[in-house]
């Protein structure tokens, strides 16, 4: 039987969060990177696979299933042995499924917000609110860990998978607290001791949270500029504006000596 197909990348928590499912229930994926930064989650073929042009997408024989919430649920009940990481249990299942709209709409929604903007569109605003935004995220987290060592409990989920991928990317912009948020630092260092954990998320972590800070310093640093490229008959000027490497719009001007001798 042939592997499921992961589209990927390992700067992508979400796509992090389905790497740690994989590995906690022993499962081979053959992995496919996507480049975001290059655009190829926005190809037609990849379209075509996911109208929502997100990572991770799993494709898995004739199923297709993206959204990692929903492809970690998915691994699990297929290819998992028990149902530890995901209960079948209802009221167990609505706990875990809880902490997965948390992440989704709560603690990773807020990274895409001061992430995003920064990463594609040459934003400079890391601002205060975004970074205290996020950091409320930590707060509800330590009451969930209050008195379980993860966050459904006394087991590991697949919800600890998604916020840890989330958390683990964004701690050094948004900062944990150490006297606020024990629970939330303790969490972390349990979650740490698993043996594919660097493989898994660590790495892709640490790669996402670097190019957020270049790209940061890319932008802060950028100017406008105008770069001029005079046509081969000189009729015109085309006028590229860029602010830092990204092209925002051309312009083409005619020339003016060309324009007083061809228009009346
Ligand atoms: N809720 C989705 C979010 C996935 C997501 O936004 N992934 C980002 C990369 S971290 C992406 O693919 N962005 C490209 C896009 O939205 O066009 C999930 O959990 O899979």
Known sequence: MSKPVLYYAKLSPPARAVLLTAKAIDLELELKPI??????????????????????TLVDGDAVVYDSHAICAYLVEKYANDDQLYPKDLVKRALVDARLHFDSGHLFARLRFLYEPILYYGSTDCSMDKIAYIQKCYEI?????????????????????????????????????????????????????????????????????????????????????????VDAKASSIQVTVKVGGLKLFKLRIMALEYAKKNLK
């Open 141 to 229: 987290m330590e009451q969930f860990l209050k008195t379980e060592p993860y966050l459904c409990g006394d087991v590991m989920t697949i919800g600890d998978f998604c916020c840890l991928a989330t958390v683990t990317s964004v701690n050094e912009v948004a900062p944990i607290d150490e006297f606020k948020f024990p629970n939330v630092l303790a969490w972390l260092t349990r979650m740490a001791e698993l043996p594919y954990y660097m493989e898994t998320n660590e790495e892709g972590a640490e790669e996402l949270k670097n190019l957020f800070k270049e790209k940061l310093a890319e932008n802060r640093g950028a100017k406008w500029t105008v770069a001029n490229e």
């Open 35 to 56: 480049n975001l930064m290059k655009g190829e989650h926005l190809t037609p073929e990849f379209i075509k696979i996911n109208p929502q042009h997100t990572i991770p």
